[in-house]
Structure formats: C-alpha cells, structure tokens
C-alpha cells in the first residue's frame, strides 16, 4: 500500500531566518525546548545523512529517544527532509516508514508560516487513527511552538 501523507501549516510570529537558524542547530533545542528536549547527538554536519538522536524529558508524555537522518536540506528555500528512524515504543503505533519534510516561508520582516508533511506507512498498510495523526502532527508543532516561544523571549538569538 502506498504511504499516507499528512499535511498542515502554522504562522510563526518570528522571522524565517531566526526559526531555520534554530534548525541548522539542532544541538540548541536542550535550551531552545528546556523541558521538553534534555539532549541532542548530531552525527554529522547538518546536511544529508546527518543523524541526530533526540531525547525527550521523562516528565513529557513519557519521553524517549527520537533518532532522525537528513535526507535533503535547502537551505535558500528553507526546507529539511527527514526519514524518522526510531521512536518510543506506543508513542505512534507500528510504522514501517515515517518521513517528514518541513518549509519555513516567510510572511513578512518577523513572520514565517511553517509548513509540515508527515508521511508514513503503517506496518499492517492501513492508515492511523484521526486522533494519533492528530497527535504527530501536534507533536512537531508543539516543538515548534516552543521555539517561537523561546525566539520571541529572547529576540536578539539567532539573529
């Protein structure tokens, strides 16, 4: 069966060029998510076959480790492409492929509107409830969400 593929978007009361900086530095996100994200190991430069492994606060939805790799990266068009490797068990359901592809496009001198793509195939070659697309895609927005958060308290990082 053919991977399902989700999509949505969100405005971003920051410029595009603060919120990619923050994701050409994902060893940032322990301070950027305080709280959510307590470590980070990048394996690489940033770009294609970058692997970084995310660990997750207990004390946030159970926590665990995330371990991504870049598959694409434009840094003028403001798009990264990943392949999610591995997630807590339970945490999504069983996936045999998890992909993302994120674009931060600017709306103006301090706005951006991000916009998400999550593919995915499930092991069975069904698609995942309403409820649990609904939590991937609230999962990466609330990281985001975090992240304007932390740009606008500070406006002067990542300049």
């Known amino acids: 069966m053919a991977p399902v593929s989700i999509s949505d978007e969100r405005a971003v009361a920051v410029s595009v060029e603060r919120v990619w900086n923050v ?3 994902p060893s ?4 950027v998510c305080a709280g ?8 690489g430069d940033g770009g294609p ?6 660990t997750l606060n207990p004390a946030a939805n159970g926590g665990g480790s995330y371990k991504t790799r870049v598959v694409a990266r434009d840094n003028a068009a403001h798009v990264v492409k990943s392949e999610v490797l591995d997630v807590p068990d339970g945490k999504v359901g ?3 492929s998890h992909s993302t592809e994120t674009k931060i496009e600017a709306t103006g001198t301090g706005s951006c509107l991000a916009k998400l793509n999550v ?5 069975e070659g069904g698609s995942l409830s309403p409820e ?3 939590a991937i895609l609230d999962g990466y927005f609330g990281m985001l969400k975090m ?3 932390y740009l606008v308290a500070h406006p002067t990082e990542y300049a």
């Open 36 to 43: 959510l994200v307590d470590a980070v190991d990048v394996e």
């Open 132 to 134: 649990k697309e609904k």
């Open 49 to 54: 076959g970058t692997v970084t492994t995310m």
């Open 119 to 123: 593919e995915y195939e499930t092991e």
């Open 28 to 31: 940032s996100l322990p301070k």
């Open 23 to 25: 994701f050409l530095d």
């Open 147 to 149: 992240i304007e958060d």
């Open 94 to 96: 069983k996936l045999k």
